[in-house]
């Protein structure tokens, strides 16, 4: 059984910097793609960013949402199931709880989830 653990969250000012890693600690599959979500209080969790299996000119192997592009870089190993989300330049509204998922074949749901590491940006 695929059991994620995320770790790198805390607490950092506006305009700092964190790493999160996400690693599988049960029993490793191929996924289709990794990701991170994450979910602030009062709010729904959203998507943050991905990594798929397989990119091209069109369409990289990562993407993002919009409000991170350009900030946040993930990286990623379908194989092994982890994953890692570099953050630069943080802004108080990225104050969330950060979520490590895995989603199994293209288009399907992500099935796998780890608790989350709380990141919390001061203003």
Known sequence: QVQLVESGGGLVQTGGSLRLSCANLGRTFSTYAMGWFRQAPTKEREFVAAIRR??????????????????????????????????????????????????????????????????????
């Open 54 to 123: 397989t990119g091209g000119l069109t369409h990289p192997a990562d993407y993002y949402a919009d409000s991170v592009r350009g900030r946040f870089t993930i990286a990623g190993d379908n194989d092994k199931n982890t994953a890692s989300l570099r953050m630069i330049s943080l802004k108080p509204e990225d104050t969330a709880v950060y979520y490590c998922a895995a989603q199994n074949v293209q288009g399907g749901p992500w099935g796998s989830w780890g608790r989350g590491t709380q990141v919390t940006v001061s203003s």
